[in-house]
């Protein structure tokens, strides 16, 4: 009977800890391990009003490529990095789009949302730093 | 004691079955082992806490994206549409067995998670005598009714509430006697408990005679050492303060949790099958809280049905607080729908009844309370109607959200880009329709039982004790 309890309650204790530990520590610990390695950046994009663009500077290095995962989080979005020729089709909400480039040149690229999303869309910016 | 119990004699062998409807479901020898394990109410919890558990963690660390979030669309598309059109209409309040919100608290009171004990841990007080009713939970149901527009569509708002029942449950156990929380706070209880009268399967005694010689009521007290050298495999007194063998003759508070069946020393308590709605013909224990319940239910589908469903974007942007004026405003019509004007509709019609039936007047408020159980079949099609219309044009985001969750990019099952598929939008109307057709047909139909007819007709049924007025204008009313 006392195994029986205690089989109960290690049924429990791994659904209510157990697992979102494994789930937080894949998303929040091995996942961004894995994809710094791969150079993947992660972009969640929002309304201007909301916080724009996160993150909004990207610093990346000449001729390695570089592994764009972009989604929203509020409304359709896009996505162009002016003087690197790329650019992404509507970012739907809780989507996600892979760019994948390789930068030529180094310099501050501004990068822009290139679908009118809210009163303040001209405002949402941010910059890709191609370092040497 | 326990000596004078032995001699009742067990009915082990079931009465013969009355008609088709009724059959007596312990009376089958798996389903009668399976609801004698103690460990069955643990294994229908776990599963759900394990949801439960992705969708507290959707809600505040998902996307805030309500159709890629876990949280949105398996609570408010996914239970709900298993909740309303399914598990109340055909197992009653089957929910609450395995319920994850107050499984917590009430792991912590009895001290076990599947084990009988028979000593309990917290205060064991009792509830305030004042507030033995629904009131709380009609008014708790009314507020997240009234932010329905915001709880529905945000994940973190849906998970603050549902974490936030969980806290209060857990403090309720800890302070009150049983479940104290799923009988009188629990703001989704209150209206299982009005639309399970519907449901085809009640649990109740089997033989009156044993109960009142039963010495031991453990259906109601628990399992005690006495009660057990006579039988049951060891049961917790009612946790919803039901009194199975006394009669329970509603399913309105019964929880389906098969304590009472596993306590009873004489197997004397069973469940059943029977014919729908069967419980509002009971007059025993109706009441002005219960009554309310169905107007507010009622009323909010309809006032879903015009907010959510409707074109008029300027109540829809008043119900997402998009302004504190607006939102006073929207606040002032949906409570004063569901908790004024349709009460006062119902004591208009209800008043008129009784005034046309002449004779001798029955008690208005008796009426009052006895006529808005006529309402029951009508609410329950209602929010059957009603959720079909965003159950079949939304219920595709499930797949894609079981492959992520959280929408964080995970693709679990290799599901997560299938496009939204509204099923058949176009057959909507024809589900709907129907639906509601019967439910008025049926509230029609209690409603015309329960009165006799205007003078100079007869009724084919003999004029109930209570009351005596004309259904007929009820009828206008439904």
């Given at each position: 009977m006392r195994r029986l309890e205690w089989t109960a309650f290690l049924?429990?204790?791994?659904?209510?800890?157990?697992?979102?530990?494994?789930?937080?520590?894949?998303?929040?610990?091995?996942?961004?391990?894995?994809?710094?390695?791969?150079?993947?950046?992660?972009?969640?994009?929002?309304?201007?009003?909301?916080?724009?663009?996160?993150?909004?500077?990207?610093?990346?290095?000449?001729?390695?490529?570089?592994?764009?995962?972009?989604?929203?989080?509020?409304?359709?979005?896009?996505?162009?990095?002016r003087g690197l020729k790329v650019k992404s089709g509507p970012i739907t909400p809780g989507s996600y789009q892979i760019i994948e480039f390789v930068p030529q040149k180094t310099g501050t690229f501004p990068f822009y949302c290139t679908v009118i999303c809210s009163p303040e869309h001209t405002e949402m910016q941010g910059e890709v730093i191609v370092e040497p | 004691m326990a000596q004078r119990s032995t001699a009742i004699a067990r009915p082990i062998l079931r009465p013969p079955q009355e008609v088709a409807w009724r059959k007596d479901l312990l009376g089958y020898r798996p389903v009668r082992w399976l609801v004698r394990q103690r460990w069955l109410q643990f294994a229908l919890i776990l599963p759900n806490l394990f949801v439960f558990t992705i969708v507290i963690m959707a809600g505040f660390l998902g996307t805030p994206i309500g159709a890629k979030n876990f949280a949105i669309i398996f609570v408010w598309i996914v239970w709900w549409a298993l909740l309303i059109l399914v598990l109340v209409p055909f197992g009653a309040r089957i929910w609450c067995a395995m319920c994850p919100i107050p499984a917590v608290g009430e792991w912590m009171q009895r001290r076990a998670f599947i084990l009988w004990k028979p000593k309990t841990f917290g205060l064991a007080r009792k509830w305030p005598k004042g507030l033995r009713n629904l009131w709380v939970a009609n008014f708790g149901f009314a507020s997240i009714a009234l932010t329905s527009a915001v709880l529905t569509t945000r994940p973190i708002v849906t998970g603050a509430v549902l974490l936030g029942l969980v806290i209060i449950a857990a403090v309720t156990h800890l302070v009150f006697e049983r479940r104290t929380f799923c009988r009188y706070l629990c703001p989704v209880g209150g209206f299982l408990g009005l639309y399970s009268m519907a449901a085809p399967v009640e649990v109740r005694r089997v033989d009156a005679e044993v109960c009142r010689q039963c010495q031991f009521k453990a259906c109601f007290r628990g399992s005690t050492e006495a009660s057990l050298r006579v039988g049951g495999v060891g049961g917790y007194g009612c946790p919803n303060f039901e009194f199975p063998g006394a009669p329970m003759e509603r399913n309105t508070y019964c929880l389906l949790c098969t304590e009472c069946i596993k306590a009873c020393p004489y197997e004397n308590i069973t469940i059943r099958t029977r014919p729908f709605f069967q419980d509002l013909q009971v007059e025993k224990g109706r009441k002005l809280d219960e009554a309310y319940k169905a107007f507010i239910m009622l009323g909010a589908a309809i006032m879903y049905s015009i907010v959510m469903l409707g074109p008029w974007g300027r109540i829809k942007d008043w119900a997402n607080f998009t302004s504190f004026s607006g939102l006073l405003l929207y606040a002032a019509i949906f409570l004063g729908s569901i908790l004024v004007a349709a009460p006062a509709l119902h004591l208009v019609f209800t008043w008129l009844s009784r005034v046309f039936a002449g004779g001798s007047r029955p008690d208005l408020k008796k009426l009052f309370v006895d006529y808005a159980y006529t309402l029951v079949p009508l609410g329950l099609a209602g929010w059957i109607a009603f959720s079909f219309s965003f159950v079949l044009p939304n219920i595709s985001y499930a797949l894609s959200v079981l492959s992520d969750p959280f929408g964080w990019g995970w693709d679990l099952f290799g599901t997560k880009g299938y496009p939204w598929t509204p099923y058949a939008p176009h057959l909507l109307p024809y589900i709907q329709v129907p639906t509601l057709l019967l439910g008025l047909v049926l509230s029609i139909k209690v409603g015309s039982r329960w009165g006799i007819p205007l003078p100079g007709k007869t009724s084919p049924h003999p004029p109930r004790p209570g009351g005596r007025s004309s259904p007929s204008l009820h009828t206008w009313q439904v």
């Amino acid at each position: 009977m006392r195994r029986l309890e205690w089989t109960a309650f290690l049924l429990v204790l791994l659904t209510v800890v157990g697992i979102p530990v494994v789930i937080l520590a894949y998303q929040f610990i091995y996942y961004p391990a894995v994809a710094s390695a791969s150079g993947e950046i992660t972009i969640i994009a929002r309304t201007h009003e909301a916080g724009g663009w996160l993150p909004s500077e990207i610093v990346v290095r000449r001729g390695e490529k570089v592994r764009l995962k972009v989604t929203s989080a509020d409304v359709t979005h896009g996505l162009r990095i002016r003087g690197l020729k790329v650019k992404s089709g509507p970012i739907t909400p809780g989507s996600y789009q892979i760019i994948e480039f390789v930068p030529q040149k180094t310099g501050t690229f501004p990068f822009y949302c290139t679908v009118i999303c809210s009163p303040e869309h001209t405002e949402m910016q941010g910059e890709v730093i191609v370092e040497p | 004691m326990a000596q004078r119990s032995t001699a009742i004699a067990r009915p082990i062998l079931r009465p013969p079955q009355e008609v088709a409807w009724r059959k007596d479901l312990l009376g089958y020898r798996p389903v009668r082992w399976l609801v004698r394990q103690r460990w069955l109410q643990f294994a229908l919890i776990l599963p759900n806490l394990f949801v439960f558990t992705i969708v507290i963690m959707a809600g505040f660390l998902g996307t805030p994206i309500g159709a890629k979030n876990f949280a949105i669309i398996f609570v408010w598309i996914v239970w709900w549409a298993l909740l309303i059109l399914v598990l109340v209409p055909f197992g009653a309040r089957i929910w609450c067995a395995m319920c994850p919100i107050p499984a917590v608290g009430e792991w912590m009171q009895r001290r076990a998670f599947i084990l009988w004990k028979p000593k309990t841990f917290g205060l064991a007080r009792k509830w305030p005598k004042g507030l033995r009713n629904l009131w709380v939970a009609n008014f708790g149901f009314a507020s997240i009714a009234l932010t329905s527009a915001v709880l529905t569509t945000r994940p973190i708002v849906t998970g603050a509430v549902l974490l936030g029942l969980v806290i209060i449950a857990a403090v309720t156990h800890l302070v009150f006697e049983r479940r104290t929380f799923c009988r009188y706070l629990c703001p989704v209880g209150g209206f299982l408990g009005l639309y399970s009268m519907a449901a085809p399967v009640e649990v109740r005694r089997v033989d009156a005679e044993v109960c009142r010689q039963c010495q031991f009521k453990a259906c109601f007290r628990g399992s005690t050492e006495a009660s057990l050298r006579v039988g049951g495999v060891g049961g917790y007194g009612c946790p919803n303060f039901e009194f199975p063998g006394a009669p329970m003759e509603r399913n309105t508070y019964c929880l389906l949790c098969t304590e009472c069946i596993k306590a009873c020393p004489y197997e004397n308590i069973t469940i059943r099958t029977r014919p729908f709605f069967q419980d509002l013909q009971v007059e025993k224990g109706r009441k002005l809280d219960e009554a309310y319940k169905a107007f507010i239910m009622l009323g909010a589908a309809i006032m879903y049905s015009i907010v959510m469903l409707g074109p008029w974007g300027r109540i829809k942007d008043w119900a997402n607080f998009t302004s504190f004026s607006g939102l006073l405003l929207y606040a002032a019509i949906f409570l004063g729908s569901i908790l004024v004007a349709a009460p006062a509709l119902h004591l208009v019609f209800t008043w008129l009844s009784r005034v046309f039936a002449g004779g001798s007047r029955p008690d208005l408020k008796k009426l009052f309370v006895d006529y808005a159980y006529t309402l029951v079949p009508l609410g329950l099609a209602g929010w059957i109607a009603f959720s079909f219309s965003f159950v079949l044009p939304n219920i595709s985001y499930a797949l894609s959200v079981l492959s992520d969750p959280f929408g964080w990019g995970w693709d679990l099952f290799g599901t997560k880009g299938y496009p939204w598929t509204p099923y058949a939008p176009h057959l909507l109307p024809y589900i709907q329709v129907p639906t509601l057709l019967l439910g008025l047909v049926l509230s029609i139909k209690v409603g015309s039982r329960w009165g006799i007819p205007l003078p100079g007709k007869t009724s084919p049924h003999p004029p109930r004790p209570g009351g005596r007025s004309s259904p007929s204008l009820h009828t206008w009313q439904v």
